[in-house]
């Protein structure tokens, strides 16, 4: 027996398979996964290719639900995840219902009941459409109901938008032109100002700078604990809109930047502390910021990452301000910011395990490039959504 | 008596577990060495077979920031250097470049392709800082005109591989860390991102067929097709097959290597899951894909566990592989010289070699005129660390090498 092992056994012993896997340590919390939501030619409901883009994305209960941005051409989705099956379990084409649009990128603003209200881009063609707005309910069996509501403002796509707190209201900016329009849901009427839409001075200065409008345009919305409206305009400054007053102000301070670089400056994601503080961050070099309402004074707390971008920001149940920092040309950075403690951690690109039917083994997926992240309202899950040819939701949980 | 019957039927079972040819002739195998390059380290499936001159290729690098471009004659006998790629291309300190990591391809009129890659933990994150990657390039050379330095494929990613539609010149890569599958077409400068294909690791491989359409693979092992007519990709509906209990790490690496039968319409693929495959393909649509077994008999561990990032195909119809590397190896500090044969499905062992003399080799479908086969290997003669030094192997399976 003994030339068994001695001879015969190790010329058996096989070594082990050691995979060529990248050296760096990813965030890869226990309980972490990633829900596969786009796989071209599959027998499970998927997403199509180039179509699937999530750039809204709000969670309601259980269920996920994500808008997507399509290539030229192409149109965008609405989709159901359960976080629970960790599946997709509904799709809708929006070309069936408003034909012509590109993207739904202004996230989902909560109206009244489980209502949500969303924008449309439409595709840059000769004869362009305008965006719409769309009344977005989750019906029985996961059926997602589309309401049309129309073109808020003839020509214009829907760049941003953002609901008041009884959800009777809707705050928009439009595409290209930057004009700022309120839509009231019961009367349907809207009305449109040109006070912060940039000027033909400012419109030169752009120029020189090769930035489109996808650059300077306020990418995103928020209200403060008093009903007003914060944004910020071309020329890296903020606004502030009073729905009661009908009146503009603009505050003094600008939006942190990094010397000669102020034409970046847009805000791309806002979120409101539970003290009322107002967290934002600026496309420009990724600076996250705070707005006191109170004061109107704006504080620059840094950047979590060397890129520019700060494309979201959402609260956790922790009381963590967690956000997606960077993205191309380099790849996005998910962070958090602990005021109380660490101040910002960057948990760099998170990699999460996917299971499916045909994968029931389990495949590591690796974030890149992410657009989009959501809370869970019982706090407990984190969400993220991929802006790739082929995106999927990653979902951590949170301590309370 | 008892313990002397013990010991024949173990050594019968072992001789049936590794079926094992007479031992080729030395005079079938040849050790190349890449002269003038006194710090080079290694080479990575950075080899392909110029048909136009019958010559090959290769491009050998300090695993740093310095590459040279070879050229091998096979009826001189005669290994060159052409020039090392960081002159040749006029690059600033700034656009280093690790290693050539893409197969070389080649032109009919001869030129070759090839790409970039960073090759070092600095590439991958460092990004805009000062010791950052810049991105891989795409290049052509000839020795006429030297060498043409195409651009970059995406900012700040590697190309981990080429390949060509020989009919067209159009050139597709593969990015890395992110996956991008580019098609990129040098005459109108048009580089074309058809966006990210896989999950957290990136599949090396890319082929083409004879019509010029082009293959990868999802994260799924589903073969994806760039059909250059509709000029789009389609996907496979079913995974490649895989061993049970095949890791995802392994089912999301796709394929290590491939050498085509175009005389059969057959393109023969080892997967990293260690499966030997027959792909038939066809003009349009995924073709017909045929599970060949393992590429070794691994008795009772697990079968997806051998590493084979090489594969040629003699004149004979068989394939011939290399088994073992990254610190994989089927038999205990030996890779493993194998010949498969597609018609029956079994594979023997040709020859083993201490892992210290080689420790890897990579190379797909490089067969010269007179039938030699070629993989690009290294040694760590100290079997310690990394401290490698690149060398080619010639292999002739049927017949001694022509000096």
Redesign the interface.
């Given at each position: 027996?003994k030339?068994?092992t001695k001879i015969?056994l190790?010329?058996?012993?096989?070594?082990?398979?050691?995979?060529?896997?990248?050296?760096?340590t990813f965030f890869t919390p226990k309980e972490a996964f990633a829900i596969e939501v786009s796989?071209?030619?599959?027998?499970e409901k998927r997403l199509p290719?180039?179509r699937n883009a999530i750039t809204s994305l709000h969670v309601q209960g259980d269920r996920v639900i994500g808008g997507t941005t399509a290539e030229e051409g192409l149109s965008p989705y609405l989709f159901i995840a359960s976080l629970s099956d960790r599946k997709l379990v509904t799709t809708k084409d929006l070309q069936d219902i408003i034909p012509g649009q590109k993207s739904i990128a202004t996230g989902f603003c909560k109206g009244a009941g489980n209502v949500l209200y969303a924008g449309t881009m439409p595709h840059t063609t000769k004869n362009p459409q305008a965006g719409h707005l769309i009344q977005v309910s989750l019906g029985s069996g996961d059926v997602i109901e589309v309401k049309d509501l129309g073109a808020p403002v003839a020509g214009e796509g829907i760049f941003t938008l953002l609901s008041n707190t009884q959800g009777t209201e809707l705050y928009g900016i439009s595409y290209p032109s930057g004009r700022f329009f309120t839509y009231n849901i019961a009367s349907k009427k809207t009305q449109v100002y040109d006070d912060v839409a940039p000027k033909e001075k400012e419109l030169n200065n752009l120029h020189e700078y090769a930035v489109g409008p996808e650059v300077y345009l306020c990418k995103s919305l928020i209200l403060d604990n008093a009903g007003i409206v914060y944004g910020s305009t071309a020329g890296n400054r903020v606004f502030a809109f009073d729905p009661n007053k009908k009146t503009f102000e603009f505050l003094e301070n600008p939006l942190p930047a990094v010397w000669g670089r102020e034409v970046l400056g847009q805000v791309e994601a806002w979120a409101k502390a539970p003290d009322g503080r107002l967290y934002g961050g600026n496309a420009g070099d990724g600076q996250l910021f705070v707005l006191d309402p109170t004061t109107k004074k704006i504080k620059n707390l840094g950047k979590p990452t060397?890129m520019p971008r700060l494309q979201a920001l959402a609260f956790g149940g922790d009381g963590k301000l967690y956000g997606l920092a960077g993205g191309a040309?380099?790849?996005s950075h998910l962070f958090y910011y602990d005021e109380k403690g660490a101040g910002f951690v960057d948990l760099g690109n998170p990699?999460f395990t996917?299971v499916a039917p045909?994968?029931e083994?389990?495949?590591?997926?690796?974030g890149?490039?992410l657009s989009t992240l959501a809370a869970s309202a019982d706090g407990k899950y984190m969400v993220i959504g991929e802006n790739?040819?082929?995106s999927q939701l990653m979902v951590f949980p949170v301590e309370k | 008596m008892k313990s002397i019957c013990?010991?024949w039927l173990?050594?019968l079972?072992?001789v049936s577990?590794?079926a094992q040819k007479p031992a080729i002739s030395e005079k079938q195998v040849a050790f190349i060495e890449y002269p003038d390059f006194p710090e080079a380290h290694s080479t990575w499936g950075s080899i392909g077979y110029n048909a136009a001159a019958n010559t090959v290729h290769i491009g050998v690098t300090n695993h740093a920031n310095n590459i040279g471009l070879y050229t091998f004659n096979p009826v001189q006998n005669v290994m060159k250097l052409n020039g090392f790629i960081r002159d040749m291309a006029n690059l600033r300190p700034y656009q280093w470049q690790g290693k050539i990591h893409s197969k070389i391809v080649a032109a009919p009129d001869g030129s070759i392709y090839f790409s970039t890659d960073g090759g070092e933990?600095r590439e991958?994150?460092l990004?805009?800082?000062p010791q950052g990657y810049a991105g891989g390039f795409i290049m052509k050379w000839d020795p006429k005109n030297g060498l043409k330095n195409l651009g970059i494929g995406?900012?700040?990613e590697s190309i981990k591989d080429v390949d060509i539609d020989p009919k067209t010149g159009t050139l597709y890569a593969i990015t890395y860390?992110?996956a991008h599958f580019l098609v990129y077409n040098p005459e109108k400068n048009k580089m074309r991102d058809?966006?990210?294909?896989a999950?957290?690791?990136v599949p090396r491989v890319l082929f083409t067929d004879w019509w010029g359409n082009c293959y990868y693979v999802?994260?799924?092992q589903?073969l994806v097709k760039y059909e250059k007519d509709s000029e789009s990709?389609?996907?496979?509906?079913e995974?490649l097959p895989a061993f049970p209990?095949?890791?995802?790490?392994?089912?999301?690496?796709g394929i290590t290597a491939f050498a085509k039968d175009e005389a059969k319409g057959i393109i023969y693929l080892i997967t990293?899951g260690a499966k030997v495959i027959a792909f038939h393909p066809q003009k349009e649509g995924i073709g017909k894909v045929e599970d060949l077994g393992g590429v070794f008999d691994?008795?009772?561990?697990?079968a997806?566990?051998?590493?084979v990032p090489n594969l040629n195909i003699g004149k004979n119809g068989k394939l011939y592989y290399i088994i073992g590397g990254?610190?994989?190896?089927?038999?205990?500090d030996k890779t493993v010289l194998m010949e498969f044969d597609p018609a029956t499905r079994k594979s023997v062992i040709l020859k083993t070699y201490p892992s210290t003399e080689i420790t890897e080799a990579t190379g797909y479908d490089i067969r010269d005129k007179d039938g030699n086969l070629y993989f690009a290997a290294r040694r760590n003669p100290s079997g310690v660390g990394d401290n490698t030094r690149p060398f080619m192997i010639q292999f002739n399976p049927e017949k001694e090498i022509r000096k």
């Open positions: 027996m030339i068994f015969v190790p010329v058996l012993l096989l070594a082990s398979a050691s995979p060529l896997l990248a050296q760096y796989l071209p030619n599959s027998a290719m180039y060397m040309p380099g790849y990699e996917m045909g994968i083994q389990g495949i590591m997926w690796r890149f490039q790739e040819a082929l | 013990r010991v173990l050594l079972c072992a577990t590794f933990s991958e994150y990004m805009e800082h995406m900012q700040y860390p992110q058809l966006g990210r294909l999950s957290s690791h999802d994260w799924r589903r990709l389609v996907f496979a509906r995974s209990g095949t890791p995802g790490s392994k089912i999301i690496t990293y691994t008795g009772k561990e697990d997806w566990g051998p590493y990254h610190d994989n190896y089927v038999l205990k």
